[in-house]
């Protein structure tokens, strides 16, 4: 019986297998997708993703049942929490430029189970948001129709009363998420000059909106006649906020299409901050002309706008607020319909998921596939089921992937950066032997300005350590910590980290009411999961960040450098990124015969770096050839240049501005 157990190496490995990490390729850049997607596509995606019908229909439905003209407070609370998240996606998109969205972010960070876990997640999320909104659009032009399609349905169709299932199949809802799959599955270019289409239409229709509204406000509406201006108090604009923070939901789209932007390290970051500021400018407008409009008691939640400009005596507004609705439930799902494919692809290519759907149209450079499939699923949703009771779910979906990403870019901040193995030498031959001589660490006889210099740089690189380990100053206290692998400490602490926060709101939420513990357990239980809160703080705050990671930005670059310290300056001199230098320079390998004990660390994705036209023997490969050919076309060629070494500073009045500071460590 025994020998059928598993064993405890081979456990080991299973849950080893299950835990591993996704190793990315060294060219990102590298995809079968088409990259034609500029930072204006991308953020006209996102404002597509958020400002849907939760303009035109959650706006009214806070404003009048849980915070009244307050709501503006909430959508600015929200908007707030929301940048927290996005932040973290926006890092992420210039890190790892693949598609995948959250899925990939965990894959890369915290591990293969859980990346499955929150891919299925992300899918199901997608399939049932899109295909309510699908039904929410066939409902919204319905109304405009006096609901003349529903009737009809149910008179030559018949009616359900079968649970989990619609009252009426809706054919209008399944129509639309085919049109759109058919749209879609041409390519990014045409699913993204529709958005382009329905966003103007969408941007214009608020525009109006919010002329016209501030023309008809009444500064009355918002006076203690009327309720005042927050009438639920602190507690209705927080739970307004609660409701308005998924409005913002969308803005992981653009990280989704990553990697089918032109510039995904400049792009995504900015079409994120883009789209998020304009979608939070617009519901807080909107809230603003609404609830000074009309009353906030007196709003309709179903179509608070449109009601709302009928009661002002403007009937032929509301046509106007319907076509921007539909505008902006087509972007939605546009948005859901572009995001989903790719993430299927994602899981695909990584062996998460049927290998069919990691095959990419030659033409359209589109998995057309997965598009087609989980359109035609997601059409089936909207025709046949009631989503009422699911979608009630998608917030618990969604706070899960932005709390996994969240945890995953602390953990991916702490591990040890990839080092690539040295290169061989030009031409294959080894290197030669070091000259005997005094050790790296004793004073030599003679001390030049340069020598002092490496002195110097010596004693800076013994006080620097590497991501994930202990800080220095907290070594003589934590000194047992040293002792685990880099980052480890991190990852159980932000482990520790999330367990406690849940349970702290747990009990902070429920303890008094459904829990009905006592006093002092319930005093005992805030004061043990406030320590672990805080000490896993600690605990993350004791270690060594990654510095000089990717920046938002890819250019064409040049190396500088600066009291050893490598330097690629992206275009003008404000904008570099430091990095620690561990090759030879040309000078110092032409003054002292040595070579890199290691490599040029390799530049951001989307840099270029000179290459050398002639393999030589005597030139160090540490991409610096055209100073090295500088130096041997010189009229001292073979000499010691009087002015460049012992005085760097002194060659750049003589037209050498690439001597200035190239002292470096040998």
């Not at 923070?245 to 995504?268: C, H, K, L, M, T």
């Not at 032997?433 to 010596?458: H, N, T, W």
């Not at 570099?576 to 390799?602: D, K, L």
């Amino acid at each position: 019986m025994a020998r059928w157990l598993p064993r405890s190496a081979d456990l080991t490995r299973f849950c080893q297998k299950l835990n591993r990490v996704k190793t990315l390729e060294d060219d990102m850049m590298e995809t079968s997708f088409n990259r034609c997607l500029s930072t204006i596509d991308l953020t006209l995606l996102g404002i597509g993703g958020m400002v849907g019908s939760g303009l035109y229909v959650l706006t009214g439905t806070v404003a009048k049942e849980i915070a009244g003209p307050a709501v503006i407070v909430s959508f600015i609370i929200a908007g707030f929490a929301s940048l927290l998240a996005a932040l973290c996606y926006a890092e992420f998109g210039a890190r790892v430029p693949k598609t995948g969205s959250a899925y990939m972010f965990t894959y890369v960070s915290v591990g293969e189970i859980w990346a499955f876990l929150i891919g299925w997640n992300v899918l199901l999320e997608y399939m049932i948001g899109g295909a309510a909104v699908a039904r929410a659009w066939s409902g919204y032009l319905d109304s405009i129709f006096n609901h003349k399609i529903k009737n009809f349905t149910e008179t030559h169709v018949g009616a359900w009363q079968v649970p989990f299932l619609a009252h009426y199949p809706d054919f209008l809802a399944a129509a639309i998420l085919l049109v759109a799959t058919a749209f879609i599955s041409f390519g990014a270019k045409v699913s993204s000059w529709l958005n382009h289409v329905f966003s103007a239409i969408s941007m214009g229709v608020i525009l109006f909106i919010l002329i016209m509204g501030f023309i008809l406000a009444q500064p009355k509406n918002w006076s203690a006649q009327e309720g005042g201006f927050a009438p639920y108090g602190l507690s209705g604009i927080m739970a307004g906020t609660a409701t308005c923070f998924y409005a913002f939901v969308g803005f992981d789209v653009i990280a989704a299409s990553s990697e089918e932007a032109r510039n995904p390290q400049r792009a995504v970051p900015r079409a994120i901050a883009f789209s998020l500021g304009l979608a939070t400018g617009a519901y807080i407008l909107v809230s603003v002309v609404l609830t000074l409009m009309v009353p906030w008691h007196t709003l309709d939640p179903d179509s608070a706008l449109a009601d709302a400009f009928y009661r002002r005596g403007y009937a032929w507004a509301g046509f106007l607020v319907a076509a921007g609705s539909i505008c902006a439930m087509n972007t939605v799902l546009l948005s859901n319909l572009f995001s989903l494919p790719r993430i299927v692809y994602a899981m695909a290519e990584d062996g998460l998921f049927f290998q069919v759907f990691s095959r990419v149209h030659p033409r359209t450079q589109v998995p057309v596939v997965g598009i087609v499939v989980f359109g035609l699923l997601m059409a089936l949703l909207a025709l046949v089921f009631d989503l009422e009771a699911l979608v009630q779910f998608l917030s618990i979906g969604t706070l899960l992937a932005y709390t996994f990403v969240a945890a995953s870019i602390i953990v991916l901040r702490f591990q040890q950066q990839k080092v690539d193995p040295p290169a061989p030498a030009a031409g294959g031959r080894p290197s030669p032997e070091p000259r005997e001589g005094p050790s790296a660490g004793e004073l030599k006889e003679y001390e030049s300005f340069s020598d002092k210099l490496q002195l110097v740089d010596r004693d800076k690189s013994k006080e620097h350590r590497e991501p994930g380990q202990l800080k220095a100053a907290f070594e003589p206290y934590l000194e047992f910590l040293s002792d685990f692998y880099p980052g480890e400490v991190v990852t159980v602490a932000v482990v520790t980290l999330m367990v406690s926060a849940i349970c702290l709101c747990s009990i902070l939420v429920f303890g008094n009411t459904h829990l009905h513990l006592p006093t002092w357990s319930y005093s005992l239980l805030l004061v043990l999961f406030s320590l672990g809160f805080l000490l896993s703080l600690l605990l993350i705050w004791a270690h060594e960040q990654q510095h000089g990671t990717q920046t938002f930005q890819a250019c064409s670059c040049t190396s500088v450098t600066v009291s050893g310290t490598a330097r690629r300056t992206c275009g003008s001199p404000g904008r570099s990124v430091s990095a620690p230098a561990t090759w030879c320079s040309p000078v110092a390998a032409w003054r002292r015969g040595c070579r890199r004990s290691s490599p040029a660390p390799s530049p951001p994705l989307g840099c270029r770096t000179p290459t050398p036209k002639t393999a030589r023997d005597d030139t160090p490969e540490d991409g610096g050839t055209w100073l090295w050919e500088h130096l041997t076309r010189s009229p001292w060629r073979g000499q010691r240049p009087p002015l460049l070494l012992p005085v760097p500073l002194a060659a750049e009045p003589l037209g050498l501005p690439w001597a200035c500071g190239s002292i470096r460590r040998c």
